[in-house]
């Protein structure tokens, strides 16, 4: 059973989200503003949380980077901002993954299982992965560049394991979309796209000077040890 954080003002959709998701075996705490469910966040140490952005004390979006400060709890944006640019702030600003309304309660409980079946996989204790410079921990989940730790989020790290996992092997988008983001059906392909050039930067190179991560054109990436 999984314990779900629900920050959500509007009462009607709490509630039924609340309902839903627990007749889904999820348990659900839920929280109506963005510092009640900051503090809920903190304190209750929940397994993941659905975060609506249009809250009445705070943006939720603001309201997320708090949180990244001081946890890694997985976070689902629920949000009417349908935007691509809203996304992609969403995404920057610390989000695993995102939902626009209106969306049913089975659409979300698949988000959350996907999410949660990605972050609580479970990797052998010898696990680290060397390439280079650049150390992969799954089971302490923690990336070393140079002896330095990488300070990647849970998605970035998702993607920088699933690379070095396959050294020289060319990943396509399409699979990084489905494997790392756990979505076939698509809709979030700018997201591979975003988080590929989040993971360059900190790893100290850009796409027109790679280093790590190496674009084949018309086929996907790859992971290299630099030359």
């Known amino acids: 059973m999984a314990q779900l954080l629900l920050i959500e003002d509007d009462a009607t959709i709490r509630t039924s989200l609340t309902r839903a998701l627990g007749e889904r075996g999820h348990a659900v705490a839920s929280a109506p503003?963005?510092?009640?469910?900051?503090?809920?966040?903190?304190?209750?140490?929940?397994?993941?949380?659905?975060?609506?952005?249009?809250?009445?004390?705070?943006?939720?979006?603001e309201m997320l980077r708090m949180l990244r400060a001081v946890s890694r709890v997985p976070v689902i944006v629920a949000t009417a901002r349908d935007d691509e640019r809203e996304i992609v702030r969403a995404l920057d600003a610390g989000a695993?993954?995102?939902v626009v309304k209106p969306f049913s309660a089975a659409q979300l409980d698949a988000r959350v299982r996907a999410v949660l079946r990605r972050i609580g996989a479970d990797a052998p204790e010898d696990a680290a992965i060397t390439v280079g410079d650049l150390t992969v921990d799954a089971s302490a989940r923690e990336a070393r560049l140079s002896g330095t730790v990488l300070e990647l989020s849970p998605k970035e790290f998702d993607l920088l394991h699933y690379l070095a996992s396959r050294p020289g092997?060319?990943?396509?988008?399409?699979?990084?979309?489905?494997?790392?983001?756990?979505?076939?059906?698509?809709?979030?392909?700018?997201?591979?796209?975003?988080?590929?050039?989040?993971?360059?930067?900190?790893?100290?190179?850009?796409?027109?000077?790679?280093?790590f991560i190496q674009t084949v054109r018309g086929v996907g990436v790859k992971l290299v040890v630099p030359s």
Do not use: C, F, I, N
Not at 191 to 203: F, G, N, Q, Y
């Open 96 to 98: 695993d993954d995102y």
């Open 33 to 61: 503003t963005a510092m009640a469910g900051l503090r809920d966040a903190v304190d209750g140490r929940p397994d993941l949380v659905v975060l609506d952005l249009g809250l009445p004390d705070l943006d939720g979006l």
């Open 169 to 211: 092997q060319v990943v396509s988008k399409r699979e990084l979309l489905t494997e790392v983001w756990q979505v076939p059906y698509g809709g979030a392909d700018k997201s591979v796209d975003v988080h590929l050039s989040w993971l360059r930067r900190k790893l100290g190179e850009t796409a027109q000077a790679p280093r």
